[in-house]
């Protein structure tokens, strides 16, 4: 199979889990927001989340990125080694994740206390729980990336999906409230790690045993999972610290809205989420073989897909996110509007990383993407501590989307660095994709004032893609032969 062949196979594969997954987690959020709960509930359940977040980050440390780091690079070269290195980092992992959970069982009374928010102790009751499973659960994940077999990561993904969707509505039925729908999320994972362990232990018995594991490789997933957990701990601060802030200095409705804007951007995100989840092996697997030049066209190609889907799609949401919240969750989420409009800029930039920063760890290339990732973090922290209690909701939308970008622009130096782009071509195609969003928006902007409903918002939505691809045809930026080949 050929690699373009690959690559298309394992993006079919995890946008297919991922229309899955949104599909789930649309339901969930729609039954969350519509039926079971108030914006107060439904912002205190992520707050807990958030929490939880922080102490999945500790559990990890950058261990799974690293074992499938290490993995891509050993299956090319030593594919002895490979058990070893799995079982070295999931031991690893045991290790930390036990450590964090004793600390959180330790400590959740004074966090619930920290926010002042009685009803947070009973949520943070199910967090050890939640860590475990998650923790397993993205590392399921990545080490399905690492080797290789994406389709395994959607099968996984989508079991999630589906399992948290179908528990969450259950324990809400049987009246269990907030609480139940955070069990729903736990009970969702925990079925999503046994079959992805079932899976994992199938890959493994495929691969040689051997009784002397290379010197010093624990020692080096070990270190090179440091500058990796610098990285997640900064993209942390981008994703959950912000939502932490804005329950302490707000409150629990303002960070439903925050965290229904941010859902939302995730929904839009999938696309691109699929193809950097599949092209970031890729670019480990091209550097073991020293074909740089091979890496540096396919990231082009994935770079010019990503600006022609997103750079409408920011447009469209700016233009569109008032009626949108009104007519999909009703009146009582119209505050999430202006913040969606803010997060346009930040789902651009997270479209455009989403093919960036993994690929920058399968390049070896983690520790400096750790120290931009970081600093950047930290402007966020520092902005959030002003803009929150000076603007409210608004401001943290606006820190998060504003250091992103600046850490995007980054990364996207650190790969010019290492793969030498073609920035001339590369203009070229961005302003092609800019004309096109230029003439979808004139037809948005033409049409927006028949929007009253639900019905007229859609049918509005789907002239705009309309206009979108028949301009994109028509530009030559995508090639309707290519796609029939490849569907």
């Known amino acids: 199979m050929s690699l373009s062949q690959r690559i298309v196979?394992?993006?079919?594969?995890?946008?297919?889990?991922?229309?899955?997954?949104?599909?789930?987690?649309?339901?969930?959020?729609?039954?969350?927001?519509?039926?079971?709960l108030s914006p107060d509930e439904y912002g205190l359940i992520f707050l807990a989340i958030a929490v939880f977040s922080i102490a999945t980050l500790f559990g990890t440390l950058g261990i799974p990125k690293?074992?499938?780091?290490?993995?891509?690079?050993?299956?090319?070269?030593?594919?002895?080694?490979?058990?070893?290195?799995?079982?070295?980092?999931?031991?690893?992992?045991?290790?930390?994740?036990?450590?964090v959970c004793v600390l959180f069982f330790l400590f959740r009374g004074a966090?619930?206390?920290?926010?002042?928010?009685?009803?947070?102790?009973?949520?943070?009751?199910?967090?050890?729980?939640?860590i475990v499973v998650k923790v397993a659960h993205g590392y399921l994940l990545i080490a399905f990336q690492g080797f290789g077999e994406v389709t395994l990561t959607a099968v996984t993904s989508t079991v999630s999906s589906v399992g948290r969707l179908g528990f969450i509505v259950l324990f809400l039925i049987a009246g269990f409230g907030a609480y139940g729908a955070l069990a729903g999320f736990v009970a969702g994972y925990l079925v999503s790690v046994a079959v992805g362990g079932y899976f994992l232990y199938r890959i493994l018995s495929s691969y040689p045993a051997t009784e002397s594991p290379e010197p010093g490789l624990s020692t080096r997933i070990g270190r090179y999972s440091l500058p990796l957990t610098a990285s997640q701990g900064a993209n942390v601060l981008y994703k959950r610290v912000d939502t932490l802030m804005v329950g302490f200095f707000l409150t629990p409705v303002a960070v439903g809205f925050y965290e229904l804007a941010k859902q939302i951007s995730t929904f839009v995100i999938a696309p691109a989420d699929s193809l950097g989840f599949t092209v970031a092996p890729t670019f480990g697997e091209h550097k073991s073989s020293d074909r740089l030049e091979r890496a540096a066209r396919v990231y082009e190609q994935s770079l010019e897909y990503v600006l022609l889907v997103y750079l409408p799609a920011v447009a469209g949401i700016v233009l569109l996110a008032e009626p949108?919240?009104?007519?999909?969750?009703?009146?009582?989420y119209a505050g999430t509007a202006p913040v969606l409009q803010v997060f346009s800029v930040f789902v651009l930039f997270q479209a455009i990383d989403k093919i960036t920063n993994d690929s920058l760890d399968y390049l070896g290339r983690a520790t400096e993407r750790a120290v931009g990732k970081g600093l950047t973090g930290a402007l966020n922290f520092g902005l959030n501590l002003v803009l929150?209690?000076?603007?409210?909701?608004?401001?943290?939308?606006?820190?998060?989307?504003?250091?992103?970008?600046?850490?995007?622009?980054?990364?996207?130096?650190?790969?010019?660095?290492?793969?030498?782009?073609?920035?001339?071509?590369?203009?070229?195609?961005i302003a092609t994709a800019g004309g096109v969003t230029v003439a979808m928006t004139a037809a948005v902007v033409a049409l927006q004032p028949f929007v009253t409903g639900l019905v007229t918002l859609l049918a509005v939505i789907a002239v705009g893609v309309a206009v979108w691809a028949v301009l994109s045809v028509a530009s030559g930026l995508v090639d309707i032969y290519e796609i029939r080949t490849h569907i």
């Not at 949108?324 to 009582?332: L, Q």
Request: glycine share 8%.
């Open 324 to 332: 949108g919240v009104r007519f999909i969750f009703g009146d009582a």
């Open 66 to 99: 690293s074992m499938a780091r290490f993995v891509t690079e050993y299956r090319e070269t030593d594919d002895t080694q490979i058990r070893h290195i799995v079982r070295s980092s999931i031991a690893f992992n045991v290790v930390t994740v036990g450590f």
């Open 9 to 36: 196979r394992g993006v079919k594969a995890t946008f297919g889990a991922e229309l899955l997954r949104l599909g789930a987690q649309g339901a969930i959020t729609l039954l969350l927001t519509r039926v079971f």
């Open 388 to 429: 929150i209690p000076a603007i409210g909701v608004v401001g943290a939308a606006t820190s998060t989307a504003l250091c992103y970008a600046l850490m995007v622009c980054y990364n996207v130096y650190l790969i010019d660095r290492e793969l030498a782009l073609h920035w001339r071509r590369l203009a070229t195609s």
């Open 111 to 130: 966090i619930a206390a920290a926010y002042g928010e009685p009803r947070l102790a009973p949520l943070l009751a199910l967090g050890i729980a939640f």
